[in-house]
């Protein structure tokens, strides 16, 4: 139990900082290029912006869903990958369909994932409000 613990543990610190990077790198490009978001076709320009951080985070919950599916693969719980991606997929989304699953000497995983997947899901969501409420704010002023 304490090996899938720490297990887990180190895989959600690790899906959680590849997150809080790519929000990162998308808030220093919107540091960038915000004035010039906020002038001109503005509903155009959030449409496009919004577009390209919703896909930014969706890189980096797909990025998530990997190191899941590797972790799932060197432990010996898939033979293929696109299993251990499909698991990883519908553990993380908290779907949960249980027609594919994990030996019961790893099971906890199944739950820290899930627990992973509302982290990350919330983190982007956290990210793309505020996002929104800023462009937004701004273009008002202009």
């Known amino acids: 139990m304490l090996s899938q613990l720490l297990l887990g543990s180190a895989l959600v610190c690790a899906t959680i900082i590849v997150e809080v990077s790519f929000i990162g790198m998308a808030s220093a490009a919107l540091s960038r290029v915000g004035n010039r978001l906020t002038t001109g076709r503005k509903l155009m320009k959030f449409m496009l912006a919004l577009l390209a951080v919703v896909l930014w985070m969706l890189a980096a919950i797909s990025i998530g869903v990997w190191i899941w599916a590797s972790?799932?693969?060197?432990?010996?719980?898939?033979?293929?990958?696109?299993?251990?991606?499909?698991?990883?997929v519908v553990s993380m989304t908290t779907l949960g369909y249980g027609d594919i699953v994990i030996g019961k000497e790893w099971?906890?995983?199944?739950?820290?994932?899930?627990?992973?997947?509302?982290?990350?899901?919330?983190?982007?969501?956290?990210?793309?409000?505020?996002?929104?409420?800023?462009?937004?704010?701004?273009?008002?002023?202009?």
């Open 71 to 88: 972790a799932f693969l060197v432990l010996g719980q898939f033979q293929e990958l696109e299993t251990a991606l499909y698991f990883s």
């Open 107 to 142: 099971r906890l995983l199944s739950g820290l994932i899930a627990a992973n997947g509302l982290i990350l899901f919330s983190l982007a969501t956290a990210f793309f409000i505020e996002f929104i409420s800023r462009l937004r704010a701004a273009q008002t002023e202009q």
